[in-house]
């Protein structure tokens, strides 16, 4: 347990006009035990003048121009990853409040904001470490951060014909791929594009990185799983001689004289559960597995 004054720093999705109550509980919460707490500029406008919600002598900061013993998402897992990218290696736990349906990262509901302050404060929780996908380009340079909690996906831009991705592991050449692109995922992605396009669910915790196609023109192509110490280097072809990459759904064009190197990055995310937080019982609720579907 700890008396000490903590700072905590707060992102939210500026799009859901019904989280002003939770930010409410979750101020009163943090005043009580005379936290410092600091708001991310966009949100902060977002709740003084589109929610007209009193929040108190908080900080406001931009970007990732902040220090903090925490930091609180509150959104869905769009918005945690958000607040990952801003975080970046600073090694700050981060908690996920949703304030919409469950999330794989943001898993925690708002109903139980102040119980999760409380545990925070008395260390009943639980850090995991989650890898990053770390992204460079051997030409033009990627704007922006460079890495990738969830994925990197290599797409074709708008309605243009399917791209040719060159894969190489290790310096190993591994295939051509004619597709509309490829997904490189982390376990903590798994779930997300990946996974929609046939890619394997992947247990946090597991050292290893997916790499899955996007409506490949062969049905021969399967995903492919790799240590998460590989190299890969990805060349593309085009007709219109672009491509786009995306890191957590950011995305900016690249010509396709632009190779990409993609590694673990040298630091991972460290992700707050609570006591007893069970992985695959989020699984199943989110997969809806054992539902009856029959009508």
């Known amino acids: ?54 929040v108190g002598s908080v900080k406001v900061f931009d970007g990732c121009d902040f220090e903090a ?8 897992d769009g918005t945690f990853l958000k607040a990952a990218s801003m975080v970046g290696d600073k090694q700050i736990p981060i908690l996920g409040v949703n304030m919409g349906r469950l999330g794989f990262l ?12 409380t545990a925070l404060y008395e260390g009943d929780y639980s850090l995991e470490a989650r890898s990053v996908i770390r992204v460079e380009t051997d030409g033009i340079p990627l704007d922006g ?7 990197v996906a290599i797409l074709k831009r708008d309605n243009a014909s399917m791209i040719t ?19 490189m995922s982390t376990p903590t992605g798994s779930t997300a594009y990946s996974l929609s396009n046939g890619g394997p669910i ?11 196609a996007v409506a490949p023109h062969s049905l021969n192509v399967r995903p492919i799983v790799i240590s998460e110490d590989s190299e890969i280097q990805l060349t593309v072809e085009s007709r219109t001689h672009q ?15 632009t190779r990409l190197i993609m590694r673990k990055a040298p630091y991972r995310v460290r992700v707050i ?23």
């Open 165 to 183: 991705i060159h894969c190489t592991i290790n310096g190993d050449y591994v295939a051509t791929y004619q597709a509309d692109g490829m997904v």
């Open 202 to 212: 992947i247990v946090p915790g597991t050292h290893v990185f997916s790499l899955t």
């Open 243 to 257: 491509y786009l990459v995306a890191l957590d759904g950011r995305s900016e064009p690249l010509p396709d004289s």
């Open 106 to 117: 943001a898993d925690i509901h708002a109903q139980d904001i102040e119980q999760t302050i």
């Open 69 to 76: 013993d925490f930091v609180i998402s509150m959104g869905g």
């Open 1 to 54: 347990m700890t008396s000490r004054k903590l700072q905590f720093a707060i992102f939210g999705n500026t799009y859901q006009p019904k989280k002003s109550a939770s930010m409410q509980k979750i101020l009163a919460c943090l005043s009580l035990r005379q936290a410092e707490v600091a708001i991310e500029r966009k949100f902060y406008n977002f709740l003084t003048a589109d929610q007209r919600i009193d």
């Open 273 to 295: 559960k609570r006591a007893g937080s069970k992985y695959f019982h989020t699984l199943r609720e989110k997969m809806m597995w054992g539902a009856d579907t029959r009508g």
């Open 145 to 151: 951060y460079h890495c990738a909690l969830n994925d």
